[in-house]
């Protein structure tokens, strides 16, 4: 499952691909969560979805987006899609008493999910990986009766980043359906954190604000952020790559082929520099350049490659072009 909103549905393809490559033998019913996406692009992506053999695509129209722009606003975010997982439990069919959610945009399948996907709830509405982790698990409820009870303000605004990444999740729906949570649960909390403590927040966070700790922790390797990599948190086989990371840009914003990683690793080492900064101020380390390779050799086997890899291709070129003038107008400055 996924959620979505703009105008870049036919990306999804990256991750669909990479999705029925790592499931040959599943058959894989993909929910599609929006609110106003026009019909002949769902359709085109459908009918992608047709040809890989095996995954049926199966569109949900959340109502109400007056809520989730309220969402939205109160979060100071771009979009309100980000929020239409919080009632997936009262749009998918009963008979569907778990799924898995995925990013749409910065993530790739490469290893088998249904270990993932029958991970123990423990009672947890989410199966997730933590957002932090280089700091201790914080055990909590609700926020807001967290903070009457005198939790202080960093401490909230900790858990308003979220206490989960909701890039890779598994949601009980069952205990959604019993516990009759619904949108407007997650509304009040919002205009508290925003009106009460002029806190930002997304969906993660948004959830943790409202459940607290209500999750069972899965292994990294389901969710791995490699950007924040230690050589003692490294993940020699992930089964999710999630390309997220505060200054690492959206995979699709700049095309990484054989030729520009070894341009690029080779700049790095001249220049002794350890990232390419790029424009947006993006920052990609030389690390990170076989995950980028690996996004667009999926990319390329896709419809959206035409579209989008020209220009991503002419940012790249662009990008690494200045990088070596910047470059060399430092070394004749001495």
Request: aromatic letters at 8%; charged letters at 20%.
């Amino acid at each position: 499952m996924t959620s979505f909103a703009g105008p870049n549905l036919d990306v999804t393809q990256v991750l669909l691909l990479s999705l029925s490559e790592a499931h040959p033998k599943d058959d894989i019913h993909f929910w599609l969560l929006h609110q106003n996406i026009p019909a002949r692009k769902i359709a085109a992506l459908s009918d992608f979805c047709t040809k890989l053999g095996n995954i049926t695509l199966q569109q949900v129209q959340v109502p109400d987006p007056a809520a989730f722009d309220n969402l939205k606003v109160l979060g100071g975010k771009p979009d309100s899609a980000r929020f239409l997982w919080f009632v997936a439990h009262q749009h998918l069919p009963s008979d569907v008493t778990r799924v898995i959610y995925l990013d749409a945009l910065d993530i790739v399948v490469v290893d088998d999910l249904v270990p993932l996907l029958h991970h123990p709830f423990l009672g947890k509405y989410l199966v997730a990986c933590r957002e932090a982790l280089n700091i201790p698990p914080l055990l909590i409820g609700s926020a807001q009766r967290a903070h009457a009870l005198g939790m202080p303000k960093p401490v909230i605004q900790h858990v308003g980043q979220g206490l989960i990444n909701s890039g890779a999740i598994v949601l009980n729906l069952d205990k959604f359906r019993r516990d009759k949570v619904e949108i407007g649960d997650y509304i009040k909390v919002a205009e508290w954190a925003c009106n009460r403590l002029n806190l930002g927040f997304g969906d993660q966070g948004l959830f943790s604000l409202t459940h607290g700790s209500h999750y069972t922790r899965a292994h990294h390797r389901y969710n791995y952020r490699f950007s924040y990599d230690l050589p003692d948190r490294s993940v020699p086989h992930p089964a999710v790559i999630h390309y997220a990371g505060r200054s690492l840009p959206k995979p699709m914003r700049f095309a990484v082929t054989t030729e520009v990683e070894r341009v690029a690793g080779n700049h790095l080492r001249q220049s002794g520099g350890v990232e390419l900064v790029l424009p947006t101020k993006g920052r990609i380390r030389a690390t990170h350049l076989p995950y980028y390779r690996l996004w667009w050799d999926i990319c390329a086997r896709t419809p959206c490659h035409a579209r989008i890899a020209p220009q991503a291709t002419e940012r790249m070129t662009n990008a690494l072009a200045q990088i070596a003038a910047d470059y060399e107008a430092q070394r004749a400055k001495g």
